[in-house]
Structures are given as structure tokens and as C-alpha cells.
């Protein structure tokens, strides 16, 4: 078993008091840490990361990372890995609250056009009765836990404020309702347990996706992905059907642009690697300087000393 360090401990930490942490947030706490540039430190980043989830695996956690499907950006959070979808949101919420938060997923996952999210009407609208096990008869459907047929309106609108807080849900520049960061990291196995359809590049849940407009053809990739994947192909193809995926999806210049980025982010990791080894290097150059300046000053002193001896002696 690996014994884990304070930095291990803070790095756990940070990610369970915060919530879910986007990659810069998440990589500065470890540089902060550790005195490491992850970007110029790959391997010694991703060895804290494998140290960490060793003893996580332990109590049924892991540090997980995912891309956030509405902004592309990276994020890092540590999630629940036993399936049980009440242990998803854990007893702060209610029965009638987790009812609800299960309607609003299905609603979005579930929604062939991948938009990834519904109107905040739509949302209120969730009928929690239909959260009943499948199972069940029409007239233990009919028979809904009271605390379901009182859930009014106003504590549905409360319940969206408190899970769009908590990072299970978000609200969209347009006003909707989406899926939040840690519904994302933390609902994995739930998106495959219920056949959401994965992106086509990265296999991850495709919720919110551009889906392939040749009829027939399941195929579905994330934005981000789609950028990625036509800024290094020359063919303009579905993977699936084969027929052209139509560039107004994604313009060449978003394509060329993400392919820009990555070549920026490379190039950023290259150039603080480099200063790292020139202020190690000024550094060096500083300390014997620094020495040799001693070494000067105590030599001068010395010889003022003679001096002022050699002096004294000629006064005796």
C-alpha cells in the first residue's frame, strides 16, 4: 500500500471541499504543492494521480477527469464509483428531490437531438411519479408517495437553484437547463447502464453532441471533438456512413483554431520547462557569485586585519 504524502492529502482535499475543479485551477493547487509545472512534469502529475486513486479504490472513490460537454475545458473531481443511484447525491438531498434530479436526467440524456439540455419550464414540468420503478403496477403508480404529490412548484425551482450550485445541473448561456460537471464525472456507468449513445472520437456519453445528418446514421461527436478530429483529417467524412460531414457544423477557422491551441499549449509547456532550467541556472550562477563574493570579502577582511596589526605592533 502506498503511503500518501501531505501534498497527496491537500491535492484530495482541494477537489472534495471545492467541488469538481477545471484543469488550470486544479494543475496551479498542484504546482502550488508540489514546486511542479504538470505540463512540463507529465509523468511525475499522473504518478500522483495513480498513487492517489491506489488508495481511493479502497472506500469506492476515484479521481476522475472529463471534459465538460458545453465548454470543452478539462476538469478534475473525485466521485463515487458504486452503483447506486442514491449515493449519487447523498443524504442531503430528499426522496422527492432525488426523484426529481433523476427526471432531468433522463430528460436530457435521453434526448435524441443531443442538445444536452431542456427549457427551465420543461424542467418544473418533471413528473416525479414516473420515477416509480418500472415494475411497478398502475395502481402502485397511481399510489405515489405523498411526499411526491406534494412537491410543489416552488420547491422543484429551489431544488434546481441547490443542484445548480452543487455542480449536478448548470444553466446554459440561453437560459436551459444542463447537465453539471459532476453529473458528468459522477453518473459514467449510469450513461452506459442506460444505452446513451457515446461520441464517436472520445466514447464518453454524447449528451451533448452534433449528431451526423445523413439519415440513418447514429453517429454522434462533441464539439470539441469534432474541431479536433477535422483539424488532423483531410477527408471531411463520417466515420459511420462515410458521407461528408458538412462543414458548417464546424467552420474550417474553428478547426484551424483548435489546432492552433494545441500547438500554443505546446509551445507554453515548452517555454516554462525552458525558464524553469533558467532560473535553476541563474540560480547557480547567483550562488557562486554569492560565494565568490564571500570569498573576496573574507580575504580583504583578512588582510585589513594584518594591516591594522602589523600597525598596532609598529606603535608598541
Given at each position: 500500500?502506498?503511503?500518501?504524502?501531505?501534498?497527496?492529502?491537500?491535492?484530495?482535499?482541494?477537489l472534495?471541499?471545492?467541488?469538481?475543479?477545471?484543469?488550470?485551477?486544479?494543475?496551479?493547487?498542484f504546482t502550488?504543492?508540489?514546486g511542479?509545472?504538470?505540463?512540463a512534469?507529465?509523468?511525475?502529475?499522473?504518478?500522483?494521480?495513480?498513487?492517489i486513486?491506489?488508495?481511493?479504490?479502497?472506500?469506492?472513490?476515484?479521481?476522475?477527469?472529463?471534459?465538460?460537454?458545453?465548454?470543452?475545458?478539462?476538469?478534475?473531481?473525485?466521485?463515487?464509483?458504486?452503483?447506486?443511484?442514491?449515493?449519487?447525491?447523498?443524504?442531503k438531498?430528499?426522496?422527492?428531490?432525488?426523484?426529481?434530479?433523476k427526471?432531468?436526467?433522463?430528460?436530457i440524456?435521453?434526448?435524441e437531438?443531443a442538445q444536452?439540455?431542456?427549457?427551465?419550464?420543461?424542467?418544473?414540468?418533471i413528473?416525479?411519479?414516473?420515477?416509480l420503478?418500472?415494475?411497478?403496477?398502475?395502481?402502485?403508480?397511481?399510489?405515489?408517495?405523498a411526499?411526491?404529490?406534494?412537491f410543489?412548484?416552488?420547491?422543484?425551482?429551489?431544488?434546481l437553484?441547490?443542484?445548480?450550485?452543487d455542480?449536478?445541473?448548470?444553466?446554459?448561456?440561453?437560459g436551459?437547463?444542463?447537465?453539471?460537471?459532476?453529473?458528468l464525472?459522477?453518473?459514467?456507468?449510469?450513461?452506459?447502464?442506460?444505452?446513451v449513445?457515446?461520441c464517436?472520437?472520445?466514447?464518453?456519453?454524447?449528451?451533448?453532441?452534433?449528431?451526423?445528418?445523413?439519415?440513418?446514421?447514429?453517429?454522434?461527436i462533441?464539439?470539441?471533438?469534432?474541431?479536433?478530429?477535422?483539424?488532423?483529417?483531410?477527408?471531411?467524412?463520417?466515420?459511420?456512413?462515410?458521407?461528408p460531414?458538412?462543414?458548417?457544423?464546424?467552420?474550417k477557422?474553428?478547426?484551424?483554431e483548435?489546432?492552433v491551441?494545441?500547438?500554443e499549449?505546446?509551445?507554453?509547456?515548452?517555454?516554462?520547462?525552458?525558464?524553469?532550467?533558467?532560473?535553476?541556472?541563474?540560480?547557480q550562477?547567483d550562488?557562486?557569485?554569492?560565494?565568490?563574493?564571500?570569498?573576496?570579502?573574507?580575504?580583504?577582511?583578512?588582510?585589513?586585519?594584518r594591516?591594522v596589526?602589523?600597525?598596532a605592533?609598529?606603535?608598541?
Open positions: 500500500m502506498v503511503s500518501l504524502s501531505w501534498k497527496h492529502h491537500t491535492l484530495i482535499q482541494a472534495i471541499s471545492r467541488g469538481p475543479l477545471k484543469e488550470k485551477e486544479f494543475q496551479s493547487i502550488a504543492v508540489t511542479r509545472n504538470p505540463g512534469a507529465k509523468k511525475i502529475f499522473d504518478k500522483y494521480l495513480l498513487e486513486n491506489k488508495e481511493l479504490s479502497y472506500v469506492h472513490f476515484e479521481l476522475r477527469a472529463c471534459r465538460d460537454q458545453y465548454d470543452g475545458q478539462v476538469c478534475y473531481g473525485v466521485v463515487n464509483t458504486v452503483s447506486d443511484d442514491q449515493s449519487k447525491l447523498g443524504t438531498y430528499s426522496v422527492p428531490q432525488i426523484a426529481f434530479f427526471g432531468i436526467i433522463e430528460a440524456a435521453q434526448d437531438a444536452g439540455c431542456i427549457s427551465g419550464f420543461d424542467a418544473l414540468n413528473r416525479l411519479e414516473n420515477q420503478p418500472s415494475e411497478a403496477s398502475s395502481s402502485q403508480q397511481q399510489q405515489a408517495p411526499a411526491f404529490k406534494n410543489s412548484m416552488s420547491q422543484k425551482d429551489k431544488t437553484d441547490e443542484l445548480v450550485r455542480k449536478w445541473l448548470c444553466r446554459t448561456s440561453e436551459n437547463i444542463g447537465l453539471g460537471i459532476r453529473s464525472l459522477d453518473l459514467r456507468s449510469w450513461f452506459r447502464n442506460n444505452d449513445p457515446s464517436e472520437v472520445c466514447n464518453e456519453a454524447g449528451v451533448k453532441a452534433d449528431l451526423c445528418p445523413n439519415e440513418g446514421c447514429t453517429v454522434r462533441h464539439k470539441y471533438c469534432l474541431k479536433n478530429l477535422l483539424s488532423q483529417r483531410d477527408d471531411k467524412v463520417c466515420s459511420g456512413c462515410g458521407k460531414w458538412p462543414l458548417g457544423k464546424v467552420t477557422e474553428e478547426a484551424v483548435a489546432a491551441d494545441d500547438e499549449e505546446n509551445e507554453t509547456q515548452a517555454t516554462t520547462a525552458l525558464r524553469s532550467k533558467k532560473r535553476k541556472g541563474r540560480s550562477r550562488s557562486a557569485e554569492n560565494f565568490s563574493s564571500q570569498a573576496s570579502l573574507a580575504s580583504s577582511s583578512g588582510a585589513t586585519r594591516r596589526t602589523r600597525s605592533a609598529h606603535l608598541n
